[in-house]
């Protein structure tokens, strides 16, 4: 939650200022409105005005919430400690970065993540994946705008799906088994380039974007 609202907040920064708030009380409440109204009256907003700033349902407070988390996960790390990294560990600890941050609100990630499986609510969750995983790879130093743009994004989208649906059941130690099945998937995505050979077509077998995202779904693979 930032810092302080202004004296005369507009409905946005109302939004960014309860945003951070909402899974804790959703997960007692679920997504409705009476989460927002007790993440209001803990933080001292007018119940009217954040009724207001999410009135467009659980969907709009999930997407609200999630943006949040992009902004605390960008700043977990410098751009100097970022540029010291490798590709594949800039990538790992930013996900990673993301999973810290989630920790303490799991039975509200939980919740959103019923919610957003519905079939109305699919084109909105991956549009919420998609920028998800345009913000690490931007924080990551990627500046691809051909091809390469849009394979590196769907794929880490991907990744960072089923990661959490690992993630949500994980009951090891510090998270092992999902930290452990995260690097299978980053690995997966940094020998992308080794296979993207098989687009062009050379070889026996044509590579298939889709086959290729619903293996990083296995735990084993």
């Not at 009256?41 to 954040?50: C, F, N």
């Not at 088994?177 to 992308?192: C, D, K, P, S, Y």
């Amino acid at each position: 939650m930032s810092a302080s609202l202004p004296e005369d907040p507009t409905l946005d920064e109302v939004r960014a200022f309860l945003a951070p708030s909402l899974a804790a009380q959703a997960a007692f409440d679920g997504w409705t409105e009476k989460a927002v109204l007790a993440a209001a009256e803990l933080a001292g907003v007018d119940s009217d005005l954040a009724r207001l700033a999410f009135n467009d349902g659980p969907v709009d407070m999930i997407d609200a919430w999630f943006q949040a988390i992009d902004e605390q996960m960008a700043a977990k790390y410098s751009a100097d400690e970022l540029a010291a990294m490798k590709v594949r560990q800039r990538i790992k600890a930013l996900v990673e970065a993301r999973l810290d941050i989630l920790y303490a609100d799991r039975e509200g990630l939980r919740r959103a993540v019923a919610i957003l499986a519905a079939p109305p609510h699919l084109r909105r969750a991956a549009k919420m994946g998609w920028r998800a995983a345009d913000r690490m790879w931007r924080l990551a130093g990627d500046t691809a705008t051909d091809y390469n743009h849009y394979t590196k994004r769907t794929l880490l989208s991907g990744v960072y799906g089923s990661t959490i649906s690992v993630f949500l059941d994980d009951e090891s130690e510090n998270f092992a088994e999902t930290r452990a099945f995260l690097g299978r998937r980053i690995e997966n995505v940094m020998q992308f380039e080794k296979v993207k050979a098989k687009v062009t077509g050379r070889g026996g077998d044509r590579f298939s974007m889709a086959r290729f995202i619903g293996r990083l779904r296995y735990r084993g693979a």
